[in-house]
């Protein structure tokens, strides 16, 4: 057992993960960001879904998140253009999945048949869709999460009052109009980096 550690500790990629661990710790510290609520580990397969998107400091605290609840296995979609060389392997690194935008099955089916090929499966979407102020919720996530049979898993992040915030699973009823209504009360009291463009002023 002392010449694992021994090998571990001499290891580069695994000096480099002690050392991002302990930055995103550090980053959490010196912001005072506050969790409220737990990760359900127990879930094999969960939406994750995190409101509000108003600035690129969201990906920075995310990214944090990921390290605090050691959620390396929560995946991410991005463009296929980002996952081409050089910098590809970067995004794989982070959990991030490819989508064919061009493709004749849209993101909905092309996630729902990755959910459907494993035993577990965690991603993470923006209800949103993007920074730009929005005046509805995007249905993909949700609609994602009825197709695999999965719940969703509200994450907020409130620039305002520094909390992180965590929601018990949602199950969707398939009614995405009154299930939209439900979870805006999760997200609606929550500031966002630029505030005005926050899902309460919807």
């Given at each position: 057992m002392v010449q694992i550690r021994q090998i571990l500790l001499f290891c580069p990629a695994f000096n480099a993960i002690v050392l991002l661990n302990l930055f995103w710790k550090y980053y959490l510290r010196r912001n005072k960001w506050q969790f409220v609520g737990d990760y359900p580990y127990h879930l094999p397969k969960l939406v994750v879904a995190v409101a509000p998107h108003t600035s690129a400091w969201d990906f920075i605290v995310g990214l944090a998140v990921r390290s605090h609840f050691k959620l390396h296995h929560v995946k991410f979609l991005g463009k296929q253009e980002l996952f081409k060389p050089p910098f590809g392997?970067?995004?794989?690194?982070?959990?991030?999945?490819?989508?064919?935008?061009?493709?004749?099955?849209?993101?909905?089916e092309q996630v729902v048949d990755r959910f459907n090929a494993a035993d577990r499966?965690?991603?993470?979407?923006?209800?949103?869709?993007?920074?730009?102020?929005?005046?509805?919720?995007?249905?993909?996530?949700?609609?994602?999460?009825?197709?695999?049979?999965?719940?969703?898993?509200?994450?907020?992040?409130?620039?305002?009052?520094?909390?992180?915030?965590?929601?018990?699973?949602?199950?969707?009823?398939?009614?995405?109009?009154?299930?939209?209504?439900?979870?805006?009360?999760?997200?609606?009291?929550l500031k966002g980096k630029i505030a005005e463009k926050s899902l309460g002023y919807l």
């Open positions: 392997f970067f995004f794989r690194g982070l959990g991030g999945i490819p989508v064919d935008r061009f493709s004749k099955r849209n993101m909905v499966f965690t991603i993470v979407l923006s209800p949103e869709g993007t920074r730009k102020r929005v005046d509805r919720l995007r249905s993909g996530f949700y609609h994602i999460a009825v197709g695999a049979g999965a719940p969703i898993l509200m994450v907020g992040f409130d620039f305002g009052n520094r909390k992180i915030m965590l929601s018990e699973p949602f199950y969707p009823t398939g009614d995405f109009s009154a299930d939209a209504k439900e979870m805006l009360k999760f997200w609606g009291p």
